[in-house]
């Protein structure tokens, strides 16, 4: 077991750091625009990736997979945060790790077989589609500055890695952020920034108790909050682990990684983080860029919460336009695009539960995870 | 009486010839067969990495095709160099005059492997490090340590570069895993008659190791093998590796890894330490 540990922390240590890099890179856009979901301030997504891709690096059960802040646990925070405020927030990412704990203890990530891979596929399209749609009022009454900087941020990333020789050194969505930001800093652009949209870390984080009552009636507040998120973390970290199992062909600790996502929320919520999970497009990244270790997630919170406290005032001058360009991928990559084609191949009944869940999530505003109650039904 | 099999994991690394000459040197002196084992391993590290950290449609699917084109490659390649190798050892087995020679390959890590193989093998016998870590002046393999506690058969490791052992030191320090060390010599028939044995002890009182030599003697004292004692006071590492060096030792027979790993992380393990400090082969009693 010791060996094993050793193994996975330094058993590819030039590839790991080199892919925590690239992650941590990709990670903060993501954290700051995830963050603007809520409804919260961007430092708090970025105080909750840090804590999150750090505590999961020595406590998750799947090494290699990158949790942080995600949209899946974001979307469903909108309400809570626009009624309560950011301190009923905290506690009930709190709580939500607390669940995750239990439910690790309970064994219930083995109910996730049971979960087919319709409802998983729906998920996950549903998911880009609320990525995709969280972008739209960042595109409504605007000038046509903002249009034509979208769609050179997307050319950009989409584009530049086909770039010879720095094209597949340099992580493209960066590029992306650099390129834009330098174009509307230099041609003085009147564009919505990244500093419009709320405070940026400028410290490091520091230990906090989330300031709100402790009655029942906050916890009867924060509870199905706790619940949804609990679910939906957990549900998302799974099938991401799946994914990384299946990439790398190795095997990982389920129950490990339910405990360690409930510690992950915990640390965050500790630190005014907001809640988050496992990130499917980021692990694949990860693994893509080579990482295969648990230091790979460890380098990409610690190397995030470096560049976001040292170059907070350079992230304050980075247009909307680019995060913009920077969510429109993740939602595309999200999308499993495949899905459209096996419609006409797969049985009807699989179809129709994947578009069922797709539109359910949609209907219920994503209030809790229907998708696997319709599973169960069916 | 069931025919006894040594199993030799040989790769392509430098010791990779030693470990066939050791291995039929064992295999001729306790009348085994033996068994030339390479195994396949996926290192599951890419060696085609792409930074450019943007999240393409279809990505999970287009990477999941790379990376296992890319095993299969490797897997191929490494399949027909492993053959090669066997190949080579076996002829050179029956060179030897050996005709019980087979030959396996397996995918996955030596470990497992070996740990399929127990319950046939009498004795494995491993290189002291692999291809992995050719370069590396000092020090062991990453899968040695995994690989003997893996099973409960005797194992060899070579160290060295093949030479007809001679001189052979079998450290007794009363240890039930040093007991069944002491029984393997002594009824095994497995080391060669040719091969002087050295009994040692090492006790921080000199009363206490002349008592474990006595113990010692007695074991021997039935079967018809003539051996030379020592009793040592000291330090044990310090005394047992100057000993080694003082008589020309060529292999070190002692009881492995008695204790846990959770015991090995906390306090290095002693067999270990001796491993590292050691220049002879060494037989490893589990």
Known sequence: ?378 | MTTKMIVACIDGSELGHSVVEHAIWLAQSSQSTLMFLHTIEHSHQSEHVHREGNLTPNMKEQLLDELSDEERLQSKKRLSEGKVILDDAKQQAEQAGLTAVSTKQRHGTLPEALADLEAEASLVVLGAKGEDHQGEKQGLGSQLEAAIRAIHTPVFIVKTNFTQPKKMMLAYNGSPTSVKALKFIAEGNVISEAVDIHVVAVKADIEEAKNLIDEASMTFSKSDRVISTRALQGEVLETLTSYQQENEIDVTTMGAFSHGKLHGFFFGSFTTRMLLESATSFLLIR
Not at chain 1, 54 to 80: E, K, P, Q
Not at chain 1, 118 to 141: R, Y
Not at chain 1, 332 to 355: D, H, Q, R, Y
Request: include cysteine.
């Open chain 1, 1 to 378: 077991m010791l060996l094993s540990a050793k193994q996975d922390w330094l058993g590819n240590i030039r590839g790991d750091i080199l892919a925590g890099i690239v992650v941590a890179i990709a990670l903060v856009p993501e954290a700051i625009a995830f963050s603007i979901i809520a409804g919260v301030d961007p430092k708090i997504g970025l105080y909750a990736s840090f804590a999150i891709a750090v505590i999961i690096a020595i406590t998750g059960g799947r090494a290699g997979m990158i949790s942080a802040a995600t949209a899946a646990t974001a979307l469903l925070m909108v309400t809570l945060v626009k009624d309560y405020g950011l301190q009923y927030l905290l506690a009930a990412t709190v709580l939500a790790g607390v669940f995750q704990i239990i439910a690790g203890y309970l064994n219930l990530h083995k109910f996730m077989s049971f979960i087919s891979k319709s409802v998983m596929t729906g998920f996950l399209n549903a998911l880009a589609i609320l990525i995709f749609m969280a972008q739209v009022p960042e595109l409504m009454n605007v000038t046509w500055h903002m249009y034509a900087l979208t769609a050179a941020g997307l050319g950009i990333i989409y584009l530049f890695p086909y770039v010879p020789v720095v094209g597949k050194i340099l992580p493209s969505p960066l590029v992306n952020i650099i390129a834009l930001t330098a174009l509307v800093y230099y041609m003085g652009i009147d564009v919505r920034s990244i500093g419009d949209m709320g405070a940026l870390p400028d410290t490091l984080p520091v230990f906090l108790w989330p300031d709100v009552p402790f009655n029942m009636e906050t916890l009867w507040i924060v509870m199905p909050y706790s619940i949804s998120i609990a679910v939906v973390g957990l549900l998302e970290s799974l099938l991401t682990a799946n994914v990384i199992d299946e990439l790398t062909d190795t095997e990982s600790d389920k129950k490990r990684e339910c405990k360690g996502q409930g510690l992950a929320n915990i640390g965050s919520g500790l630190i005014g983080g907001m809640a988050g999970c496992a990130m499917i497009g980021q692990s694949i990244i990860n693994v893509k860029s080579g990482g295969r270790g648990r230091l790979s997630a460890m380098t990409a919170g610690v190397v995030l919460l470096i560049l976001v406290v040292f170059l907070s005032d350079l992230l304050k001058i980075v247009p909307m336009a680019a995060l913009v360009a920077v969510m429109i991928m993740v939602s595309i990559g999200t999308f499993n695009w495949a899905s459209i084609k096996e419609l006409k191949t797969n049985p009807t009944s699989a179809s129709v539960v994947m578009v069922a869940t797709v539109i359910i999530i949609h209907r219920f505003n994503y209030a809790k995870c229907r998708g696997t109650y319709l599973c169960k039904i069916i």
